[in-house]
Structure formats: structure tokens, C-alpha cells
């Protein structure tokens, strides 16, 4: 059994934080995996945060790597090797070079340049975002010059000028306008039945998710391949709680965008209100002007952590249902499990009607406190010198997922990371929804008096199960039933 002394460091409010050593993080690690204990008992057990509790185990096979390779025990970090090593190599010649011309080079020229070499090489992941230009810069002593003068650089004898545009310029978009009125649009894909990148990714949706500095959530509209889906059957998809819409790639066209666009200035012109909207949507672009909405490109990349937490939120309905229609009984101490070759047929059987609403439940949960903090650090709004912590939400929300991968033998960091990348098509000005092919699908219920004696036979069950919040929801639905069969 290892010794050793634990690592503490003071916090802004006075309170010292545990830091645990690679030795008592394996240990961690093998209560985790072979005693089952729960990450947040873990987290009172070793008298951590749950934070480092999920990193620890997130990085449980570098640990276990560096502890074989005869690293003390007592150390508290693990060490990184560059990631994209070659990239940064490529970079800082074409860096030097150019420098050495008298060329221009700005941090945008960088980033867009660094993505072309990446995908030279073959890393089709990488993306240039602001960390990886900070992280390039400070390794190099590369200093910003936001007057254009020159920098000299003692300690190595560089000369730089840089000229980027500072978080200033989004200040001058967003002048004059309150909290409320300052919107963000953004666009990603969803592959809704996959839960990691070994999944199979096929099936997909876009999303545009649109909201305020304050937290207020604009209606998503969400795409998929077919105008009218089998699953949708006779239900009016103005009823949905999202804008349903169909393209041939599932994904935002110019057209799309526009029509979006019209309906977000309607809504506002009918509230009376004058609103700025950044775009972060990569696929499509739009050069209208509309009354009541000020329309700007996002001037860079923004990784705010929304998309993140919302795509999390998803993923626990998913994994929620998945633990759901298991044949295993859900017990409250997480000892049920289910097989992984489960997950994958379980996965199989979402449909586009449980996509759709999970889309909605997790834009209506997403906490204003997050979209407020991500946006500032993001130069939407001046600092106001306040640190916002972390949500309790996240936290929570992490916890929640850990969790239930647990007991369906899924790995969570590999849910948790999971990116869906949007395909590359042509933009395209407009396209015909495409019908699919209608065929004849089974109902065991047909018409609204069987659906009755189902709910009351459902009523039965919530009672007996002692579940008054399901046994509620059920009165309401008999209610809109009955009063469906008498209209006939």
C-alpha cells in the first residue's frame, strides 16, 4: 500500500482543496472498478471534489501507464506529451518564415492556416480553436502587438507583429443593447441514436439552437432528411415542440437559415423588441436585413461549453431510456447492469418523436447561469469582474451520466467527449423535402377507445407502483381521450 502526503492548495475563499497523489488515484481507480463504489461516494470517501474524481478516472490508463513506468507514487500530476506535435512544428517553420519576410501574420491567419496543415497531415480532429493559439503563442514567446508596434522579446531574440482584432470588437456589435436583446444562434449535428463515436453515426438531425445573454430560449429548429418521417404518422408537425424542417443532408441550407431568420424577427417584432444576433453557423450564411434583428457572423469559433451541456443533457434521456427498456430490474443501489452488446440494439430502436422531444426537454433545461457565463468569457458582454463558478447543473449532470454508464457498461469519458461533426455538402440555395417511402406499419391500437383502455389499464399500473407524478400525467391524457372519442 502506497504512503504518501497529500497535496493542498488555498482557494480564493480561504479553503484549502485535496489533491491526491497517483498512488492513492489508483487506488480510486480500482474501488471504482473492482469494490463499484460511485464516483460522488468516492468523492466523500477520499475527501476530494467530484471534479477530480471524474478526471481521475478519465485518465485512469495514463495513470495505471505512469505509475508502470516507474514514476513516484507521490507525484501529483500526470505528464502530457505534445498533442499534434507535428502540427506545431509545421506551424512555428511557417511562422518563422513568414517573420522573416516581413509578412503580416495575425492570430485568425494562424488558425486558419494551422487547420489546412492538420488536415495535410491526416488529423481531421484538430481544430485551431483560441486555447490552441494561446497554447502556441506562449510555448513560442510570441507577444500580441494591439497597436501594431514592434514587441522584442529579451529572453529570446524575436521580433513580432501581430495584429488581431481584440474581444473589443464584439462590444461594438452589441453597444446599446441590454442583456435580453443580445442573441446567439448555434448550429451543430446531432447523431441522436449514437452515444460515442464507435456508435453507428448514421442517423442524424441538425440543430439551431438560438438564445439571450440572460438565459431566454428561442424555439430550436431541427432538421432531418424527411419533410413527414413514418414515426411522425398523421401528427402535424406544427405541433412539435421545435420547427421541424427537411433537407437532403439533414443539415441548415441557405434557405433554411433564411426562413429561420424571418421567424426569429417576427417573433421579436411581435414583442416590439429590437435584438443583435451572432451566427456561429458554419454551413450556410445569409446577407438579408431584417427590422427588427441585427444579423452578424460570430467573428470566430466560439467553444462556449453550451453545446456541450446541452448534447449531455440529450445523452442522459438516451441513456435513461436505454436502462429503461432493458429487460433488468432498475434498482435504486446501481447493482442491475446491462450487457454492452444490449446498448447497441437498445440505441437502435430510438426514434426521430423521442429525438425530438429529448432536443426540446434539454434546450428548456439548459441554466441561464451557464449561457451568461459561457457568452462573457466570450466577449459578448464587458467582464463585470465577478468569477461565476461552475453550475452545480454540470456537476450534477456529469454525476448523473457517470452514473448510468456504470451500470450499462458504457464508458462515460468516451460520452461525455462525443463530437458530432457536421457532414461537408454544397451549400445549396434550396431543396424539395423528400418523401419517404410509405409503408404499412403494425398499430396494436387503432382507435381512440382501445388507446382509453390502455391509459386506464396504465392507471392500474401507477397506482399499484405507488408513482402519483406518472398516475397525474395519465389522468390528463385519458382526459384529452375521452374527449377525442366524443368528438368522434
Not at 473589443?168 to 449535428?189: H, K, M, P
Not at 419533410?227 to 441550407?253: E, Y
Not at 429503461?324 to 435504486?332: N, Q, R
Request: aromatic share 8%; hydrophobic share 40%; charged share 25%.
Amino acid at each position: 500500500m502506497c504512503v504518501t502526503k497529500c497535496l493542498f492548495t488555498k482557494m480564493p475563499n480561504g479553503k484549502k482543496t485535496k489533491t491526491l497523489s497517483l498512488c492513492e488515484k489508483l487506488q480510486l481507480i480500482e474501488e471504482y472498478e473492482v469494490k463499484k463504489i460511485s464516483a460522488r461516494e468516492l468523492a466523500v470517501l477520499y475527501g476530494v471534489g467530484k471534479t477530480q474524481v471524474y478526471d481521475t478516472l478519465k485518465n485512469k490508463t495514463k495513470i495505471k501507464a505512469e505509475l508502470m513506468s516507474g514514476t513516484s507514487g507521490q507525484r501529483k500530476r500526470l505528464y502530457y506529451a505534445p498533442v499534434y506535435e507535428d502540427v506545431n512544428k509545421t506551424m512555428w517553420e511557417w511562422f518563422r518564415k513568414r517573420h522573416e519576410k516581413g509578412l503580416p501574420v495575425s492570430g485568425p491567419m494562424l488558425q486558419a492556416h494551422a487547420l489546412k496543415v492538420a488536415q495535410e497531415l491526416g488529423h481531421h480532429r484538430f481544430k485551431a480553436s483560441n486555447g490552441w493559439l494561446d497554447s502556441f503563442k506562449a510555448r513560442h514567446k510570441i507577444v500580441c502587438s494591439m497597436n501594431g508596434k514592434e514587441v522584442r522579446i529579451l529572453e529570446k531574440d524575436v521580433i513580432v507583429i501581430i495584429e488581431e482584432p481584440p474581444k473589443q470588437t464584439l462590444l461594438d456589435f452589441t453597444a446599446g443593447y441590454s442583456e435580453d436583446n443580445i442573441f446567439v444562434a448555434f448550429e451543430t449535428s446531432l447523431c441522436y441514436k449514437a452515444l460515442s463515436a464507435s456508435s453507428d453515426c448514421s442517423d442524424r438531425v441538425g440543430v439551431l439552437l438560438c438564445m439571450s445573454m440572460n438565459g431566454t430560449l428561442f424555439k430550436p429548429m431541427v432538421v432531418g432528411k424527411f419533410a413527414r418521417p413514418k414515426v411522425f404518422g398523421k401528427l402535424d408537425v406544427l405541433s412539435l415542440p421545435v420547427h421541424w424542417r427537411s433537407s437532403a443532408h439533414a443539415c441548415m441550407t441557405n434557405f433554411l437559415l433564411e426562413e429561420w431568420l424571418s421567424l426569429f424577427n417576427e417573433s421579436m417584432a411581435a414583442e416590439e423588441r429590437e435584438v443583435v444576433l451572432f451566427l456561429n453557423v458554419q454551413s450556410c450564411h445569409s446577407n438579408s436585413t431584417f427590422t427588427n434583428v441585427k444579423v452578424a457572423q460570430s467573428p470566430e469559433a466560439m467553444d462556449t461549453g453550451i453545446l456541450q451541456y446541452f448534447k449531455g443533457l440529450y445523452r442522459k434521456s438516451l441513456l435513461q431510456t436505454i436502462l429503461m427498456k432493458s429487460s433488468c430490474e432498475v434498482e435504486k443501489d446501481n447493482s442491475v447492469k446491462v450487457e454492452a452488446s444490449e446498448v447497441g440494439e437498445l440505441c437502435s430502436s430510438i426514434s426521430l418523436l423521442d429525438a425530438v422531444s429529448w432536443i426540446s426537454r434539454a434546450v428548456s433545461n439548459i441554466p441561464p447561469k451557464l449561457v451568461r457565463r459561457s457568452l462573457v468569457a466570450s466577449g459578448f458582454a464587458p467582464q463585470d469582474g465577478v468569477v461565476v463558478p461552475i453550475d452545480d447543473a454540470e456537476s450534477s449532470l456529469r454525476a448523473d451520466i457517470y452514473d448510468l454508464c456504470q451500470r450499462l457498461s458504457v464508458d462515460p469519458e468516451e460520452v461525455l467527449s462525443f463530437e458530432d461533426e457536421c457532414p461537408q455538402v454544397p451549400l445549396l440555395i434550396k431543396e424539395e423535402p423528400i418523401e419517404p417511402m410509405q409503408e404499412e406499419e403494425q398499430l396494436h391500437l387503432r382507435t381512440f377507445s382501445e388507446a382509453l383502455k390502455a391509459v386506464n389499464d396504465l392507471e392500474k399500473f401507477a397506482a399499484h407502483s405507488n408513482s402519483p407524478q406518472l398516475l397525474s400525467l395519465l389522468q390528463d391524457a385519458k382526459e384529452v381521450l375521452s374527449q377525442s372519442c366524443l368528438d368522434g
